[in-house]
């Protein structure tokens, strides 16, 4: 499937012909982490982002290590009021792909998971969301 950027950038380059522009920008919410006490780790468009995290009703550190990487990735974070979930966004419409989700607490006893939630146009929840599970 094409990223909204990729829709974008077909339409816009026949946009002298059709009178048509288009813009793009993809956006999601990382939320629900169900573990405290470890480290966060994970890849965004395919760049390595990893952050010690004490409390799981505080992202603040996975916030700012998804910033740190955010001239690789094309995503910034924006961490919530109650900072308990991260507002991701791709303002030129790539993909955001999330892969190899781990949490260091993750055991045989414990599973890790977090929410991903797509969001649309209007920063409105869009399509069913996906669980990222550590199951180690």
Known sequence: NASAKEIA?????????TGVQATARTM??????STDDGVVSFNLN???VSASIA????LTNLADAINAQASKTG???????EKD?????????????????NHSATSTTVT???????????GDAAGLAVVLRDTN
Do not use: C, P, W
């Open 28 to 33: 999601a919410t990382l939320s629900g982490l």
């Open 75 to 81: 995503v910034i974070a924006q961490l919530s009021v």
């Open 46 to 48: 395919g760049t390595a």
């Open 55 to 58: 409390d799981k009703d505080d």
């Open 9 to 17: 950038a077909a339409v816009n380059a026949v946009s002298n012909e």
């Open 85 to 101: 979930s991260i507002e991701l966004l791709a303002e030129d419409g790539r993909n955001i792909e999330i892969t190899g989700f």
């Open 112 to 122: 890790t998971s977090m929410r991903v939630q797509g969001k649309n146009a209007d």
